[in-house]
């Protein structure tokens, strides 16, 4: 089962994807693949919010940041990947900050999670909806953006169910290969 949950900024669809995968997960091992570098004093507040959010949920957490193609997982865990924003951010622009192809990135990502989705029975990954924003940002950021809705069409395709979350509230996208209306 691969899950993938969106939503705005805030929109409280980490907490979702929490519960959900606890609810719906194998019974073992809850493993939370962390993708935030801890960058400025915001992200790393970030970071230590949703580290209390999972606090005695069972989770083991691993980061990374990139190159999720060369990660193994412990066998039938249950995986939360957080967030797919921010590993598009990080394999698009690389270490030295300069950007890849976006083509490359694309297979990157994508490749990455579908190699994590062969490794468990019970994938949920959390993303962002950042194409309802306003347009005119600069030609990097409009090139993040692009390349984030291609990833996320792809997760739609691959995942079995698709759930948004707007204001706190779960909306059911897909459910089993099935477009809801």
Known sequence: MVHTVTGGSGSGKSAYA???????????????IATMKPFTEEA????????RMRAGKRFA???????????????????????VSNLTANELYGEEGRMKDWREALED???GIWHLAQQTECLVIVTNEVNSDINGYSEETECYR????????????????????????????????EIVE
């Open 44 to 51: 790393a507040e970030k970071i230590a919010r949703h580290q």
């Open 61 to 83: 957490a691993i980061e990374c940041y990139s190159g999720l193609k060369r990660l193994d997982v412990p066998e039938n865990a249950g995986i939360l990947l957080e967030c």
């Open 146 to 177: 692009k390349l984030l809705g291609m990833v996320n069409q792809r997760l739609a395709k691959m995942s079995d169910r698709v759930t948004e979350v707007v204001y706190g509230i779960p909306v059911s996208v897909k459910k089993d290969e």
């Open 109 to 111: 990502i994508t490749g």
């Open 18 to 32: 929490e519960e959900w995968l606890t609810q719906h997960g194998k019974d073992g091992h809850l493993l939370y």
